[in-house]
């Protein structure tokens, strides 16, 4: 099993724990990844019974403060007020987005995604999703992004398969996911990514991306990608011996307080970054969980979502314009 594998079955294990869905969901959706009955059950039982929170524990207690290379700011963030509905959606209305097909890097291959642009951009950011695969909500993100001055593509990594919409349920979307090889996703980003280039021409390149979009961008920079000037990965778990060092991104990481399953990984994305030489901003939304700026889910906090996106927005001011 991957880590982003193992990442996905665990998703799925910390929903259950959590009250989000049923016990029979649950293991229907480990199967579509691949587990056992046996191991389904085992991993279920051992997130139920504590793991857990002391996964958590260890990711928020002394030394997980998120610090930050000399000059490049505050490590812990502060959530601004939410809205009165504290429902609405971080950012400007979006502008429309247009479906648009594109080459992949490989002969033969075509790749979908959504894009957006304003009349004049001040950059290009490629936006990855979520483990659902392209949602309107990142379609939303896209367009939102483009509203407030850059054009955005948000690139579906289930193009080969047919496309999001081509699965009937959401589980199986993840499940198909689960099953692509991080060389063939970091082949389709940068496929993405030479896409923006020729929308913008002359535009620097970043990339966002949350929860199963966040290992994604992280694993874009692990990729040797020199292209991409700025990063925002949102509360997503490093690869494995992730090396970094082929990048020459500025990474503003954000994580959640609660979220202790991908915290347990962020030491380690500090040292990469560290390591690599990269101008890097670690920041921790407090009393706020995974996914907590995706404004059509349980666990959205529209402070910390509105909060978290006017940070992006500085970042990629910084970096992009």
Known sequence: MTSFHR??????????????????EALHRLALLGLAPPAAGALLAAWNTGTESATA???????????TRPGTGSGTATAS??????????????????????????????LRGAWAAPAQPRGAVLVIHENRGLTDHIRSVAGRLAADGYCALAVDLLSREGGT????????ATAALGAISPERLASDMK??????????????????????GGAMTWLLLASDEPRLSAA????????????????????LAIYAERDGRVN?????????????????????????DHAFFNDTGPRYDAGAAAEAYRRTLDWFGRHLA
Request: aromatic fraction near 6%.
């Open 232 to 251: 925002v990965p949102f509360y997503g778990p490093l690869p494995d011996d992730a090396d970094l060092s082929g990048s020459r991104a500025a990474v």
């Open 81 to 110: 007020a939410a809205p009165p509905n504290g429902a609405s959606p971080a950012g400007p209305s979006p502008l429309p987005t247009e479906e648009i097909i594109f080459s992949g890097t490989e002969s033969g291959v075509t």
């Open 264 to 288: 347990a990984t962020r030491d380690e994305a500090r040292t990469a970054l560290e390591r690599a030489g990269l101008e890097h901003e670690i920041v921790t939304f407090p009393g706020v």
């Open 57 to 67: 524990s260890a990711a928020t207690g002394p030394g997980a403060g998120t610090g």
């Open 7 to 24: 990442y996905l079955a665990e998703e799925v294990a910390v929903d259950h724990a959590e009250g989000l869905i049923p016990r029979r």
């Open 191 to 212: 496929a993405a990514l030479g896409e923006l280039e020729r929308g913008a021409p002359g535009k620097r390149l970043g990339v966002t991306g949350f929860c199963f």
């Open 165 to 172: 919409s081509s699965f009937e349920q959401p589980a199986q």
